[in-house]
Nanobody, 116 residues
Framework: QVQLVESGGGLVQPGGSLRLSCAAS????????MGWYRQATGKERELVAA????????NYADSVKGRFTISRDNAKNMVYLQMNSLKTEDTAVYYC?????????WGQGTQVTVSS
């Protein structure tokens, strides 16, 4: 069974940066495309960024293009999201999961709050 553990969230001021990490287990990590998703309060979960199994960024949500960078380390079964120039509208719980079909089991997510 896939297990996903996200970390790295926190409270940051607008314009600040955070780096999220996701540790995956229970899957053959290196064959899966991966994605970062987020869910803000009262909103649907949305895809933020996706990366191929080989480490090529697939796509970014329009709202984060030029600010966020997704990467992965297949040797460590890790996927990362570098978030720069954060905006208040980036406030959400961030999750990682397989892409384009997320596994039914989601991690607990990591809360990102952007506020002055």
């Amino acid at each position: 069974q896939v297990q996903l553990v996200e970390s790295g969230g926190g409270l940051v001021q607008p314009g600040g940066s955070l780096r999220l990490s996701c540790a995956a287990s229970g899957i053959i990590f290196g064959i899966y495309h991966m994605g970062w998703y987020r869910q803000a309060t009262g909103k649907e979960r949305e895809l933020v960024a996706a990366i191929t199994s080989a480490g090529v960024a697939l796509n970014y949500a329009d709202s984060v293009k030029g600010r966020f960078t997704i990467s992965r380390d297949n040797a460590k079964n890790m996927v990362y999201l570098q978030m720069n120039s954060l905006k208040t509208e980036d406030t959400a719980v961030y999750y990682c999961n397989t892409f384009p079909s997320p596994a039914t089991s989601w991690g607990q997510g990591t809360q990102v709050t952007v506020s002055s």
